[in-house]
């Protein structure tokens, strides 16, 4: 059974840093592009970073300049390096394995449990 498991999120100060990662099992992370998602209360979610598998990442405008994305594909694992937190950063972070169906639609078919962030001010 393909599973993707978060672990890093925590409890942190604004201006804070935190490290998450997704461990994939199975053979499924090296093939294809990998993603991070988060949902806040009572809000829709929202892209955070995607990387694909030769590590070419993209960031939605608003999430430019204080996340990175990383990924080793040796150890099945995906990260998001968050540095200077804010309280709107807090939510639920998921990780997710993107379906790339043509040069203009993808989807995402596995999806991890979620971490929560939280930032306090």
């Known amino acids: 059974q393909v599973q993707l498991v978060e672990s890093g999120g925590g409890l942190v100060q604004a201006g804070g840093s935190l490290r998450l990662s997704c461990t994939a099992s199975?053979?499924?992370?090296?093939?294809?592009?990998m993603a991070w998602y988060r949902q806040a209360p009572g809000k829709q979610r929202e892209m955070v970073a995607r990387?694909?598998?030769?590590?070419?990442?993209y960031f939605p405008e608003s999430m430019k300049g204080r996340f990175t994305i990383s990924r080793d594909n040796a150890k099945n694992t995906l990260y998001l390096q968050m540095n200077s937190l804010k309280s709107d950063d807090t939510a639920v972070y998921y990780c997710?394995?993107?379906?790339?169906?043509?040069?203009?639609?993808?989807?995402?078919?596995?999806w991890g449990q979620g971490t929560q962030v939280t930032v306090s001010s």
């Open positions: 997710a394995r993107e379906v790339l169906v043509s040069s203009y639609y993808s989807f995402y078919d596995y």
């Open positions: 199975g053979s499924i992370f090296s093939i294809g592009a």
């Open positions: 990387i694909t598998s030769g590590a070419n990442t």
